[in-house]
């Protein structure tokens, strides 16, 4: 197949240096990238239309729907299992061709990345890490089946052990509180430098890497000393954690902006998480745009998460994320989107399958009717989007 007379970005485009170009797709391949007009066979006519890579969202809950908690933990692991893949395919129609997914309940999101990749059903590249590694905490017993509690260094090792043999491909564990548990406190440390120390330490044995749900300084420091690959939040971080990561290749980053204007969207709906949410969003949000602004200008390559799955209607709605950087931190339109592709890749380290359009890559290719690196809206006006060289038929 041969996606015509596409507009390509240079950053995100490997291999070819044109403003337009014919883009070659060989089984789940990208083949070649040729001058525009040069190809001859089977193809498509994209003239006024941008290709990019499929966008990887890298902090999504699957299992989460941000309604009635109470009620969602009465539903039967099968009945979630294929909203899962319903809510997974809201967003690949939106294109997010990879996800990762950082806690559900029971590990069943585990089993729906497998259903993908074992070619059962259709749905976009999922990285599920299982279940949340957490200490006994407040508030835990609200999101039923989600938290592996795991006290001391003895139990988070085992823990993290029994996690990998679940089949998770990342560790994600609390180290602050959480907004939407009932009598959590975000801005405070709840894992120990030593419990989170051995949490890396062990995962690292299986060559899989931690994700740290850290939105307060002590939280966040501690995961960067440990070696935390993917700092998830990151919301009260200081100059001193700014320049402890700037130019890291060991941790990252990762800011959730989408959440603050989803939960805006949804106050008074009468869905149970906001109201916590809401609160305790209020003692942590003062300066945090400008923050995230700082990060953005000081040059750290920042990973892209929408949190998608902690308010409505939030599947699907991803690029709720994109707009966020880019009006509230004032971020480029082009890094962002450098953040969603090929930065993400780096981080998540699947750049050798994915995060920019070249030759040998996979074929994860979204194409917008429009020119999202310029204007901000057309990020929503997905034309198609191709996953694994196939094009994505709802």
Known sequence: MILRNVRLIPQLTVGFSGEFGDIVLENDRIK???TAGSESGEGIDMAGKTALPGFIDGHVHLDLLGTDVWEENFQTDVTRAMRCLYRANASLRAGFTTLRDLGDRNGIVIDVAAAVDGGYVFGPDIIASGMILSPTE???QYFKGMYLEADGCDEVQKGTRRLIQNGAKWIKYMGTGAYMNPGGEPGSAIYTQEEVDIIVKTANMYNIKVAGHNHGEVGILTAIKAGVRTIEHSTMMNDEIMNLVKGSDTTYLCPTLAPDAGWAKTIGLGNVPTFYATENQKKMSEGEYERYNKAYKMGLKLGFGSDAGVYQD???DNSLEFKARVSAAEMAPIDVLLQM????AEILMIDHEVGTIAPEKKANIV???GKPDI???DIDKVAY???SGAICNF
């Open 385 to 387: 989007v191709i996953k």
């Open 367 to 369: 194409i917008i009717d």
């Open 32 to 34: 070649q990238i040729s």
């Open 375 to 377: 204007n901000v809206g």
């Open 341 to 344: 592709t090929s930065i993400n």
């Open 314 to 316: 939030s599947h699907g």
């Open 138 to 140: 407040s508030g835990n």
